[in-house]
């Protein structure tokens, strides 16, 4: 199994950088397809930033409109471990992130960690 852990969250003000880590278990993460979800209280759980496996080439990318051009998803396959570099943070970033991951052969994200509170104040 993979096995997620997140870390890197906190409190920040309004307009301050963050980065959150998230080391996974496996010598195959380099194929996973790795994702960033936030949920805040009373809304749903929604991805906001992923990067593709080595199934893909190119380093694929995406991001939630929200966050797009202050968000960043990257990976360091050779230490199992996708970041997501968080700048320009808003109090709407409040939320629990999430680090999930999944088989390029998958649609669904089937592993996830614990989450990592991130809040940020104006």
């Known amino acids: 199994q993979v096995q997620l852990l997140e870390s890197g969250g906190g409190l920040v003000q309004a307009g301050a950088s963050l980065r959150l880590s998230c080391a996974a278990s496996?010598?195959?993460?380099?194929?996973?397809?790795m994702g960033w979800f936030r949920q805040a209280p009373g809304k749903e759980r929604d991805l906001v930033a992923a990067?593709?496996?080595?199934?893909?080439?190119?380093?694929?990318?995406y991001y939630a409109d929200s966050v797009k051009g202050r968000f960043t998803i990257s990976r360091d396959n050779t230490k199992n471990t996708v970041y997501l570099q968080m700048n320009n943070l808003k109090p709407e970033d409040t939320a629990v992130y999430y680090c999930?991951?999944?088989?390029?052969?998958?649609?669904?994200?089937?592993?996830w960690g614990q989450g990592t509170q991130v809040t940020v104040s104006s």
């Open positions: 990067i593709a496996g080595s199934a893909v080439s190119g380093g694929s990318t």
């Open positions: 496996g010598r195959t993460f380099s194929t996973y397809n």
């Open positions: 999930a991951a999944r088989s390029s052969l998958v649609l669904k994200y089937d592993y």
